[in-house]
């Protein structure tokens, strides 16, 4: 896979999976946005792809809030032009017994998990319908679909 020229966004950047899609994107030539609240961890990852050669920057962000999420995107393309491909990957759980949770915590996880792709990709589609191309990528865990037993 090779990306030279495209500017890519990947949310929840700072680490595990994040930050390895980051690298990977970035060692097939993108320019990588790393979108995180974590902004240390964020900065960590962008430290990473520069000292491999490639291009990158750090962004600290709620996902689910629109308005910052509008202004990092605003942010991206004034400083490389554009958008070109967006990775949903940042996501939370808390590990438990649902019985011991609280509707609090319901509302970050829906927040988070479910509001912020919403948010992410809603910011990106201008750009990507106005030049005609984009790639947008949801990442999600199996929890959803067998819970987790701990």
Known sequence: MRLPDKVAIVTGGASGLG??????LARA???VA???LNETGARD??????????????WRADISDKARIDQVVAE????????DVLVNNAGLDRVGPFVNSSEA??????RVNLKGPIVC?????????????GKIV?????????????
């Open 105 to 110: 915590e319901w509302d970050l996880i829906l």
């Open 76 to 83: 991206i393309i004034a400083r490389w032009g554009t958008v």
């Open 34 to 36: 790393v979108v995180d």
């Open 121 to 133: 990709t809603r910011a990106v589609l201008d750009e990507m319908t106005r030049k005609g191309y």
């Open 45 to 58: 990852t962008v430290d990473a792809i520069v000292k491999e050669g490639g291009q990158a920057a750090a």
């Open 19 to 24: 930050r390895g899609i980051a690298l990977a």
């Open 29 to 31: 030539g993108a320019r």
């Open 138 to 150: 949801n990442i999600a865990s199996d929890a959803g679909a067998r819970g987790l037993h701990r």
